[in-house]
């Protein structure tokens, strides 16, 4: 049994799956039927770039793209074209990306025995995609990726990586980060590797792999054609400029050049939404907190509080970090709580009784929204491993809420 399902099962924990905040039930109902609410929705829309061409034809967010392959119902119709072209640019070069660079230049064979959707393994048997450019504003030292993942997608079969050695030399200001970064210096010197034992050309059989540094997108280039499908990326090379000690930011160098594809998938940062009654910095893309206690506004006043309303993850802080970053963050927060608690910030049950889950349970029953159970969610679990176990696969993905209800009530 893993965390996850020692947490749910366990008799003070309630498990209310189907329910979305804000139409089956309102942040202030909640408030007002629970004590402490803590909200952990992170981060579910994305950055835009704002540059012209964002919206042609052929140019998807990552999350949608991963969505798509990981067969979550609201991605399961994204249908990106992968057989027009043998050529896709992912701008960013974080886990994210990475993922995604490793799932379009996987051999079928192998992602069949995954758990990939199966509508997503049927389009990338079908794919023509050859090249995947990653590319970042920075340089290697500071590629976001963790080394894991990095590993995972540099050891592909029959892959050629490509890295330009120019783009390797590191100034002193990058020394000073790898010296005091493991794993920046760790990612570094996996690329370096991997540079170092490339063939000087892929042989015709080979996919290949480009990461490229130095370069912002400046503008999507059309095809042309009338078609509105994108050919291209208009890129701006920069360079890195020291703007406080240790921090380097890009900037762009007046220089240009065109990187010709028929795909283009942008990883370049998840953004969280707010939601009726919740102070939300919209600058930042966070829920204005301190140390997870939710503030009335932006202001800063560290003593205009929400009181009972907490946040961590992604809406905290925003979206970065791994899954360690998190596990901090969370226990600050419920630290928080607790001293709240203990202070008397917070009423007790006894001086102030409110309905809980059961007002909870009642409320969403009123509405006629359908409550999955933890119970519940294990016949989803099971149904799906029995799927997978009659295609030799960990399991198959159900993808549509109608097929996840029906298992769910089998």
């Given at each position: 049994m893993n965390q996850f399902s020692k947490v749910a099962q366990h008799e003070r924990c309630s498990f209310f799956g189907n329910i979305t905040l804000g139409s089956s039930v309102s942040l202030s109902e909640l408030r007002e039927l629970y004590h402490v609410v803590v909200l952990a929705y992170g981060a579910e829309s994305d950055r835009a770039l704002g540059i012209p061409g964002e919206y042609l034809s052929g140019i998807h967010s990552a999350r949608e793209f991963v969505w798509w392959y990981n067969g979550h119902p609201d991605g399961k119709n994204l249908s990106p074209d992968l057989k027009s072209t043998d050529t896709a640019v992912i701008l960013g070069q974080g886990?994210?990306?990475?993922?995604?660079?490793?799932?379009?230049?996987?051999?079928?064979?192998?992602?069949?025995?995954?758990?990939?959707?199966?509508?997503?393994?049927?389009?990338?048997?079908?794919?023509?995609?050859?090249?995947?450019?990653?590319?970042?504003?920075?340089?290697?030292?500071?590629?976001?990726?963790?080394?894991?993942?990095?590993?995972?997608?540099?050891?592909?079969?029959?892959?050629?990586?490509?890295?330009?050695?120019?783009?390797?030399?590191?100034?002193?200001?990058?020394?000073?980060?790898?010296?005091?970064?493991?794993?920046?210096?760790?990612?570094?010197?996996?690329?370096?590797?991997?540079?170092?034992?490339?063939?000087?050309?892929?042989?015709?059989?080979?996919?290949?792999?480009?990461?490229?540094?130095?370069?912002?997108?400046?503008?999507?280039?059309?095809?042309?054609?009338?078609?509105?499908?994108?050919?291209?990326?208009?890129?701006?090379?920069?360079?890195?400029?020291?703007?406080?000690?240790?921090k380097q930011i890009a900037v762009g160098t007046g220089l240009y050049e065109d990187l010709d594809c028929g795909l283009v998938l942008k990883s370049i940062g998840y953004k969280s939404v707010p939601v009726d009654g919740l102070p939300f910095d919209h600058e930042k893309g966070v829920v204005p907190n301190i140390k997870g206690r939710v503030l009335t506004d932006t202001s800063g006043d560290h003593t205009l509080l929400e009181k009972g309303l907490y946040v961590c993850g992604w809406l905290k802080r925003g979206p970065t970090g791994i899954i360690a970053t998190n596990l901090y963050c969370a226990e600050e927060t419920v630290a928080s709580i607790s001293e709240d608690v203990h202070q008397g910030e917070i009423a007790s049950a006894s001086t102030l009784p409110k309905p809980g889950r059961q007002g909870l349970l009642q409320l969403l029953d009123n509405r006629g929204v359908r409550v999955v159970p933890f119970s519940a969610w294990e016949k989803i679990d099971s149904e799906e491993r029995r799927l997978g176990n009659l295609r030799r696969k960990p399991r198959e993905k159900l993808t549509t809420y109608e097929d996840l209800l029906k298992a769910a009530t089998e």
């Open positions: 886990n994210v990306a990475l993922d995604v660079a490793r799932i379009l230049l996987q051999s079928t064979s192998v992602l069949a025995t995954t758990d990939i959707a199966s509508h997503a393994l049927e389009a990338l048997e079908q794919s023509s995609i050859r090249k995947v450019y990653l590319v970042g504003r920075r340089g290697p030292a500071q590629a976001a990726c963790t080394a894991k993942e990095l590993r995972e997608v540099l050891g592909i079969k029959d892959l050629c990586i490509h890295i330009n050695e120019v783009d390797l030399r590191i100034s002193p200001e990058d020394e000073e980060v790898l010296k005091n970064n493991r794993i920046h210096r760790r990612v570094y010197e996996l690329l370096s590797k991997a540079a170092a034992s490339a063939p000087s050309r892929p042989s015709s059989s080979q996919r290949e792999l480009h990461f490229v540094f130095f370069r912002k997108p400046d503008r999507f280039l059309d095809s042309g054609e009338g078609s509105g499908c994108v050919a291209g990326v208009h890129f701006e090379k920069t360079m890195l400029k020291a703007v406080a000690p240790g």
